[in-house]
């Protein structure tokens, strides 16, 4: 007989994107950065002891959560450390949905949100994003009509790279009766020039929550470390209820603070994937491409017309090459491409050029 | 407004004893291995290099299913890593029982299980063990009577340190039609004679799953790492349906690896422990204290007559001795002690030789 849950049994699991560890390959398929960690995370590795790993560690991960409520002017009671940003996802999933209670999010989105919801048995409402992948004006309503308690929404979106506005988001979570999630696992990368900071608006009102990662802006997608932001009210349960007690490790924990102290460094390889972006974006319309212009660390480009992406996907695969392709409704004709260093945008350039020029 | 569930809003969290970092504390309230982990993990951590960790790990954290596959001579197939044991008893109960499906434990056991029953709202059963802390004879018919989906036993016992054979484990798999969850957090400092090994248990049963923590056996509870053991079937929904897409981190994955290699060291502690563990309890028996005799590495000591536990164990903590006083039923003229090296052990016998020689 089968011991599995009625709605696991039904389900169909995540499947992350590919993973390889040779040298040889331009990995473009999962939105790493391309730049090492900091030197200061270097040297903290260099003097951990293991020694200590023989005692539980902080169950809450109190050096982190100092330096990043230091880093964002807020309070460590507005942060909740997590193991990776998918399992904030989780949490918020865990705390506030009850097992039935509707959840929404737009189509597309990062696939792992419907994932989490047939794990939990939570409906899931999806609300198509309209022919400029913006939220459709009457976002709310829908909302509102789907009777759902959680909204899910990436931003910079994935796998886009849109960014909605601060006003945007306030303006949701003043009409919405819900909890709005808003998963920043890219915000990093988003122009400064924009002015996007969406903080305050987490601090000042009761039902924003926001996603942070270290994956992604940190180059720390292997230490798995995120946490959450918001009002204490929010932080609280996630804190000291749902998340298992020692979520995340000493090591980890050590290293993520170092990470986000080293807010020079960061900026600095932010500023080098956003040049890097731009450039990409452009020598891909120059070979026929159509990019939407992004605020994240990936373009999203469709093919010139008569051409077949899944094939294109295959085709680079064989020359070492990875990206990303979606069989999804929209995307089918389209590659999602993380921005490399200058090296491996020009060696994708190159591969496209013998095929598009 | 809170958009806490209701479950949630009206449960405690799970509250972890007390974690100190001074080097002036004798700390015993854990049950932390006081030996450090294998030379083999502190070689492996001196290698790593920050720069991978950029990249994600392997999701599935391969290089530790093969070297614990290795380790107990089964397959892959057999085995899930997971954040730490605590992340496997999530994932059975996420992956297993529908929430409103009952739960039986023993009375006392690990105050965790409650904690997370009460998270996915499932009924808790708790079966109270007799006088001498075994299972009561008409156990698997409480189980049947209780429509229990899932049984967890923590073997050996805690907070008891008793173990229970693989025979009785077998025969409550055969008779009970849910699942059991053998939670072996202490196995390894079980005496060789007792010859104890449920792994073909777990492997010949569809019903039988084993928890598995390097936590304790290895020296590693500041890593986070444990795994579970069961078929294939069992084991492939949580592997690649429940569990977070990348629930363990790429150092974390190394060292663990590291330490289930190292089974000499391993062995030669775990030796260490039991003989430590005698001499201890030897020494509070002269005392006056009761002590249940323990496969695991602490000690359940029940105070003389006309003492009190949870006085003595503000008096030690004063004293910068950590133990643990757990103020439940049939625990509250007890305090239980994690098994320390021969040094810790001889403060805290000094300590108390002063109040009860």
């Given at each position: 007989m089968s011991f599995q849950r009625r709605n696991i049994a039904a389900m169909d699991g995540y499947v992350p994107g590919e993973q390889v560890n040779s040298a040889d390959v331009t990995k473009l398929n999962t939105n790493e950065n391309p730049y090492p960690p900091s030197p200061k995370v270097a040297a903290t590795l260099k003097e951990i002891d293991s020694a200590f790993l023989r005692r539980y560690p902080s169950p809450t991960a109190e050096t982190f959560r100092e330096a990043a409520a230091q880093c964002h002017d807020i309070s460590v009671d507005n942060i909740v450390p997590t193991n990776g940003g998918d399992e904030l996802l989780r949490l918020v999933l865990t705390t506030f949905a009850e097992p039935g209670e509707s959840v929404a999010v737009t189509r597309p989105t990062y696939s792992l949100y419907r994932v989490l919801t047939e794990i939990q048995a939570n409906p899931l409402h999806e609300i198509a994003l309209d022919d400029t992948w913006d939220l459709p004006e009457n976002f709310v309503q829908q909302l509102m009509d789907a009777e759902a308690k959680l909204c899910i929404l990436v931003n910079p979106h994935a796998p886009t790279g849109k960014l909605l506005s601060v006003a945007t988001l306030s303006e949701i979570a003043s009409n919405f009766n819900g909890l709005l999630l808003v998963?920043?696992?890219?915000?990093?990368?988003?122009?400064?020039?924009?002015?996007?900071?969406s903080v305050p608006l987490a601090i000042e009102r009761d039902n924003v929550l926001l996603l942070r990662t270290l994956s992604k802006g940190y180059s720390l997608a292997g230490l798995r470390f995120g946490y959450g932001i918001g009002s204490a009210e929010l932080i609280h349960p996630i804190l000291?209820?749902?998340?298992?007690?020692?979520?995340?490790d000493y090591i980890a924990q050590q290293l993520a603070a170092a990470a986000i102290q080293s807010r020079e460094y960061a900026e600095n390889i932010w500023e080098k994937v956003r040049e890097a972006r731009e450039k990409l974006a452009e020598a891909l319309r120059q070979l026929g491409f159509s990019v939407t212009p992004s605020q994240a660390n990936f373009l999203l480009a469709t093919l010139p017309d008569g051409h077949n992406a899944e094939l294109l996907y295959q085709q680079l695969k064989s020359e070492n090459i990875l990206v990303r392709f979606f069989d999804q409704e929209r995307l089918q004709d389209k590659l999602r491409i993380s921005v490399g260093t200058p090296g491996e945008n020009a060696s994708l350039l190159a591969a496209l050029k013998s095929r598009f020029a």
């Amino acid at each position: 007989m089968s011991f599995q849950r009625r709605n696991i049994a039904a389900m169909d699991g995540y499947v992350p994107g590919e993973q390889v560890n040779s040298a040889d390959v331009t990995k473009l398929n999962t939105n790493e950065n391309p730049y090492p960690p900091s030197p200061k995370v270097a040297a903290t590795l260099k003097e951990i002891d293991s020694a200590f790993l023989r005692r539980y560690p902080s169950p809450t991960a109190e050096t982190f959560r100092e330096a990043a409520a230091q880093c964002h002017d807020i309070s460590v009671d507005n942060i909740v450390p997590t193991n990776g940003g998918d399992e904030l996802l989780r949490l918020v999933l865990t705390t506030f949905a009850e097992p039935g209670e509707s959840v929404a999010v737009t189509r597309p989105t990062y696939s792992l949100y419907r994932v989490l919801t047939e794990i939990q048995a939570n409906p899931l409402h999806e609300i198509a994003l309209d022919d400029t992948w913006d939220l459709p004006e009457n976002f709310v309503q829908q909302l509102m009509d789907a009777e759902a308690k959680l909204c899910i929404l990436v931003n910079p979106h994935a796998p886009t790279g849109k960014l909605l506005s601060v006003a945007t988001l306030s303006e949701i979570a003043s009409n919405f009766n819900g909890l709005l999630l808003v998963d920043e696992a890219y915000v990093d990368f988003v122009d400064p020039a924009r002015e996007y900071d969406s903080v305050p608006l987490a601090i000042e009102r009761d039902n924003v929550l926001l996603l942070r990662t270290l994956s992604k802006g940190y180059s720390l997608a292997g230490l798995r470390f995120g946490y959450g932001i918001g009002s204490a009210e929010l932080i609280h349960p996630i804190l000291y209820k749902t998340r298992d007690s020692y979520n995340t490790d000493y090591i980890a924990q050590q290293l993520a603070a170092a990470a986000i102290q080293s807010r020079e460094y960061a900026e600095n390889i932010w500023e080098k994937v956003r040049e890097a972006r731009e450039k990409l974006a452009e020598a891909l319309r120059q070979l026929g491409f159509s990019v939407t212009p992004s605020q994240a660390n990936f373009l999203l480009a469709t093919l010139p017309d008569g051409h077949n992406a899944e094939l294109l996907y295959q085709q680079l695969k064989s020359e070492n090459i990875l990206v990303r392709f979606f069989d999804q409704e929209r995307l089918q004709d389209k590659l999602r491409i993380s921005v490399g260093t200058p090296g491996e945008n020009a060696s994708l350039l190159a591969a496209l050029k013998s095929r598009f020029a």
